[in-house]
């Protein structure tokens, strides 16, 4: 007779998904909080809301790491990834004035290597921390033969929670405010289909490659973690009153700004050269990316962005500068009837 099939020999090993996951459990269960009701390891996640707020609104976000993966799948380092996942999801409820409450995430490979999966799943916590949300939970899928070896898929999910009449909707936006940025660490975790086409494809680079422009090895560069913003944010939202956020992402300045400015603004924005990361000159030299698809791809050096009236511009850069952020003016807010909702120069 055959030898009896099991679902090991098919290739998927739940013992030891749910070992890995044991031998990390003090780490997640780290993140969480007293608004945090269940266990770790149920069918589902119970939260509580938490005090303090009258009328309370959830605010929830979505995303992935995107095909930067890839450069970690060629570095073979998986520690940053899941600080990128948690930062796209944050960022987003943070632009409506929301305290990220609780994240989970998914994870799927063909086969689950265990030095891979305890690298990413150590930066989400990680990533959790900076937020300060709780890691209540997630899905880990063994998929045999649907990813190659060593390759993995990942998205994550956040849930965050706000006071109704503190939104920020970006509404109350008027000529003469102030548009604040923040800082990026490089690319964050967009554009990278056409930085891999440029310095992988054309260019025939590897990731230990150095490059003229570059302090550290390529892989290095391209794999920076995006930046979180929520605590200085929602510290500084506590004594300022933001107008508008917007997370720059996919769509760069232009694409992201636009979001929040009413019909008859512009944002008329001035990308200080001086202050663009080296990475993106360099993609931008090995490329020959014209400046227009360089600011609707990439942030540029920008990673989010505050209005705010221009009477309280001062002290939200430096109450900001404080807090650990390299913030600065990036322009003002203008009539434009019937124009674009960004002009940068």
Known sequence: MDKPATYKDAG??????????????????????????????????LTEVPEGYSRPVLVSSTDGVGTKLRVAFLTGKHDTVGIDLVAMSVNDVLTMGARPLIFLDYFAAGTIDEAIYKDVISGIVTGCEHAGCALVGGETAEMPSFYPDREYELAGFVVGVVEKERIVTGASIKAGDSVIGLASSGFHSNGYSLVRHVVFERCKLGVGDRVEGLDVPLGEALLRPTRIYVKPVLSIMEEFTIKGMAHITGGGLPGNIKRIIPDGLRASIHVDEARVPDVFNVIARLGNIPRDDMLKTFNMGTGFVLIVDTGDETAVINGLTALGEDAYLLGRIEDAPGGEKVYIY
């Open 12 to 45: 998927v090993d739940i013992a030891k998904a749910d070992n890995l996951i044991d031998s990390l459990k003090s780490r997640i269960e780290g993140t969480f909080n007293r608004h945090v009701l269940s266990p770790l390891g149920a069918f589902a996640a």
